[in-house]
């Protein structure tokens, strides 16, 4: 099967949100590192435009914020004290390293091969 099927049709094992906001050219840099990183260890990605939601408002003066998380369930992800973040400007390689720690510590180790939890990639 293709590789882009797969991932369509399985949930990744990583989501992280990008809070941003409108015309913010750091979000812009961000969303590149981003891209960076999905091209290395692809993740499911939800972007908030902090203006636009009161509850993300703490947010205003320090996008772009990203939080990493491991997904559950069927749609769910893991919040709280196991949530890592992100702030400002970070690089690719910085939000790799990142989703392989919430991945170690959630117990879901990363195997040779790009196989982890039962699921291939």
């Not at 099967?1 to 989501?15: E, G, K, N």
């Not at 891209?35 to 947010?59: C, N, T």
């Not at 989703?99 to 959630?106: I, N, P, R, Y």
């Amino acid at each position: 099967m293709h590789q882009t099927l797969v991932l369509f049709l399985r949930r990744l094992p990583i989501h992280i949100t990008l809070y941003s906001r409108a015309t913010c050219s750091l979000c812009d840099t961000a969303r590149t590192e981003l891209s960076q990183a999905w091209e290395k260890r692809p993740f499911e990605y939800a972007e908030v435009d902090v203006m636009k939601d009161d509850k993300w408002r703490v947010y205003e003066f320090d996008v772009p914020v990203i939080h990493v998380s491991r997904t559950i369930g069927e749609k769910g992800i893991e919040e709280g004290e196991k949530t890592r973040k992100l702030m400002h400007k970070f690089k690719a390689a910085e939000v790799v390293g990142v989703m392989e720690k919430v991945l170690s510590e959630g117990g879901v180790e990363r195997k040779e091969g790009g196989v982890e939890d039962g699921r291939s990639y």
